[in-house]
């Protein structure tokens, strides 16, 4: 037990990641990346496996949410749909979603057709490059060793 307490010490305090380009981020601050690789790590000790398995869960969800947006029948519905997303994305450090999210969740994508389609699209590509970004950071035989 004793060891995980000092890992978890040595992950909050030197929060660089090898090789990563915003190495000290601080949360909510985007990093160029479509994932805060920083302030994932905070949550999962800085294991790869864990980060990936996290991720994995939230690019799963992701489709599925934004699902609920596109057929939401009233303002309520919607905006429980982009709060959602909001809140997963800023779990695993998807600033960019997160942001896109906040924005959908102050509209009405129900009565103004515009917003729903730009708001939808924006999400879609955003959610695009997380997994482009992920299969290539966390490549799947990697994580199976």
């Known amino acids: 037990m004793a060891h995980l307490r000092e890992r978890a010490l040595f992950v909050r305090h030197d929060t660089r990641i090898p090789g990563h380009a915003a190495e000290g981020g601080a949360p909510g601050v985007p990093t160029g990346e479509p994932i805060d690789r920083v302030h994932l790590a905070r949550y999962t000790l800085g ?41 997963s994305a800023r779990a695993v450090g998807a600033w960019q979603i997160a942001r896109l999210a906040e924005e959908a969740e102050k509209t009405s994508g129900v009565t103004d057709e515009a917003v729903r389609e730009r708001v939808l699209a924006e999400l879609e590509t955003a959610g695009e490059a997380v997994e482009s970004y992920v299969a290539v950071v966390f490549p799947a035989d990697a994580t199976r060793a």
């Open 47 to 87: 294991s790869a496996t864990l980060e990936r398995e996290i991720i994995g869960l939230f690019l799963a969800q992701l489709p599925l949410s934004i699902e609920q947006l596109r057929f939401a029948a009233t303002d309520r519905e919607w905006q429980i749909a982009a709060h959602t997303i909001k809140g």
